[in-house]
Structures are given as structure tokens and as C-alpha cells.
């Protein structure tokens, strides 16, 4: 199980290309990125819904997380709350 007192989630702006990223850090070491979008508040909402689903206890490992990158990849914004 992943701590989650050790996670940072945030967006980050990719300069150059328009594009923001939704990342979060397991260990403060390493991040990964969880979705690429030229909307910023998009990318805000992605990192609310992981946060939301964190404190709901569905996201507790790294399967956990790639699960639910693979959720909302394509996914209307709706569908992320779900």
C-alpha cells in the first residue's frame, strides 16, 4: 500500500507545446504523468477527481493508479467523477 501523506499531485505546464499535465508523485522522487491536455482546467479537474477518488480509498496502490489513468483517458469530464 502506498502511504498517501508521501504523494504531490499537480499540473504542470509543458512550455513550448500548449499542453498541460496532470502529475502525481509517489515519492516525491518520481511522477508520473496521468493525462496531457491543452486545457488547464481540465488538467486542475483531473487532479481533483484522483485526489477524490484517493480519500474515497480507491486509489491505495500503483495498480490503483494506472487503473484509474486508464479510466479517464478519453473519458468525458462527467465520467471521471463516477
Known amino acids: 500500500m502506498i502511504h498517501p501523506t508521501n504523494w504531490m499531485a ?3 505546464r509543458q512550455y ?3 499542453l ?13 504523468c496521468l493525462h496531457s491536455t491543452p ?8 487532479i481533483n477527481s484522483f485526489m477524490d477518488a484517493q480519500r474515497r480509498g480507491e486509489i491505495r496502490t500503483s495498480e490503483d ?17 463516477a
Request: glycine share 10%; with cysteine; hydrophobic share 45%.
Open 10 to 12: 499537480c499540473v504542470i
Open 16 to 18: 513550448g507545446t500548449g
Open 20 to 32: 498541460f499535465r496532470s502529475c502525481v508523485s509517489l515519492d516525491g522522487r518520481t511522477s508520473l
Open 39 to 46: 486545457d488547464e482546467s481540465l488538467a486542475d479537474e483531473i
Open 65 to 81: 493508479i494506472a487503473a484509474f489513468r486508464d479510466r479517464i483517458r478519453g473519458a468525458p469530464i462527467e465520467a471521471m467523477a
